[in-house]
């Protein structure tokens, strides 16, 4: 259990004897200017763009602005020990993050650095942060389903692998909690997913961790973090640092989930760059190109085809709105670059739906395809009935008198919303949620109050687990509804309904009991 | 002004890159107006109105590039003063100056001028630094081999700087070759410790209890 003194201190050995030192040639400038994570040299007459700089404290730089007499420098790291005079030396190399299978389980900043104290992380290999999308020709269509466990989502807004799908809502409507249900319910699969913290609060990355940790979620994940207090220019690069971390493993064959929480903060820390850069300020005093900062992040999500690997990196991001307003500018940029938007009510979420995403006006612009047909079946009619119930709704509070027809249409959807609502990080497997969803849109919890539909549905997924797995298996096997399986699935469901009829009358005889 | 001395005004942290670009037009002006033949007695006469006229009289200095005298104030101050002794040329380069109010740039259009010169002359500063300050054998030794290397004769400008241990740090432009001891040894720091982490963790499976702790 002890370190072998004499074979490190041969390594040291022999590596001093290979050692052979090079003149070492660089191009050399001087900070004329420093500030909030910026700083402006004169000199390096030969710096290329995006070219990584270091400064002569060993803090390294990215070139941002190419002007006529100096550059305009990024600090990716502690620019107050920068100081005027000193001196700056080019690389000849762009910025690049460590990938490999070593990153996973590790909580990194966006450099690569590891954050989580447990030790250096050991790889080899290194990807340039900026790289270009797939082309045209690289890809194919979406058509394999990246389950995220959550009902609402899996049935109504599907996502495939290769998607990337807006998460978008007020402050505390819930969006990192669909992304992190979205993460644990890849347990057990084979896509390795990134969470980019950026922007965020170092307790809520802290939260986030320990939530990914706790559900056994950290064994194929990567959490990449720039919170806050971290300058600007980190939370501007961490999401196309997740990217090229996500891109390894894609380009290997490998799906991967990539959630960039949230891409309003880098938007911010981008504005605040570009201003400090004295770029010309746009709408809302954003600059000109930031749509292409994210339009080229997003880009990079994409379904290889079957010459590449076949690999897939499905997007994730979310945007934080103010006041429900998707018409400002970056949420309508992202909005318009994504394929589908999950959009997160506070209306709803303080009514005790959660999750709280608006069904009307959430949607899946290729999700259908990716879809498997049991859900496709199930679910084909659900966003058209809730709708008209929303509508019903309205109507019925205003105290009209309703025929039997409505009434019943009503109760059925108060069951299904009901039904839709899921507690955090309790993903359901999608056989359940084909269950689930047949059960309600079919009419099979329409005897149970409303109050109840919660425990009747676990009740009921319980008892096709213990008692009617080879319906349950067969759904899983197949991933469709035959005939056979549906006969099976209905006198399954029949028998269920009779069973917990009995029970619930008796509790709530009880309960009536009780509050009389 | 001797030769090795750089001309350029010292170098001020808050220095304008952009005045340095307009200095250089206006010495690439000053030195194209002289022609060919002229232009080392030209230069002879900016730097000595530099150095023995403006250095020792720092108050006409001052007024010469303080905003509060007028454009036609300074113009008057050229023909009383500069005129009388100053070759046309010069005087006619100086009211070009005055009216453009550019004066304030004079030391530095000076330094950009002996820069252009010496690079039209096919020379160029080489900033060699050392930890210790060399003899001239020994820079007559590094003149010649730069000069063979390069394409142009080298003006070496010795500059020591002891952080450097050892070595040599030649400066070309913008463009440094490091051979000093302190950027090896740097370097093999550098190496060492990533060989030392490397052999730990690839070795902490061998180091560790297989059955865990």
Redesign the interface.
Known sequence: ???KAD??AS??QK??ED?K?Q????????V?EVGDGIARA?????AMAGEMVEFSNGTNGLCFNME???VGIIILGDYLNIQ??DEI?TTGQLLSVPVGEAMIGRVIDPLGNPLDGK??I?TSERRPVETPAPGVADRQPVKEPLQTGIKAVDAMTPIGRGQRELIIGDRKTGKTAVALDTIINQKGGDVICIYVACGQRSASVAQVVEALEANGAMDYSIVISATASDPAPLQYIAPYAGAAIAEYFMYQGKHTLCVYDDLTKQAQAYRQLSLLMRRPPGREAYPGDVFYCHSRLLERAAKLNAELGGGSMTALPIIETLEGEVSAYIPTNVISITDGQIYLEPDLFFAGVRPAINVGISVSRVGGNAQTKAMKKVAGSLRLDLAAFRELEAFAQLGTELDAATQRQLDRGYRMVELLKQPQYEPLHFADQVISIYAGTKGYFDTVPVNQVARAEKEMLQFMADEKSEVRNAIIESKELSSETEDALKAALAEFRDRFKAEATGGLVGETAETA | MSETEPKTRPSHVLEDPSANVVARVYANAFLNAAGEAGQAEALEEFTSFVDDVLRPNPEFARLLTTEVTGREEKLGLIDRVVAPTGSERFTNFLRVLARHERLELLPLILGETWLEHEKRAGRQRVIVRTAAALDEKRLDGIRERLAAALPFEPILIPEVDETLVGGLVVQIGDTVHDGSLRTRIRDLKDRLRERYLNEIQSGRDRFSHPEGN
Not at chain 1, 23 to 30: C, D, F, M, N, S
Not at chain 1, 42 to 46: E, I, K, P, Q, T
């Open positions: 259990m002890k370190f074979e490190i390594v040291i590596e001093i050692f030192g003149i070492e040639t660089a191009e050399v400038g001087r004329v004169v000199g390096l007459s030969s006529e007499n100096s005027e005079g030396k030790g250096p050991v």
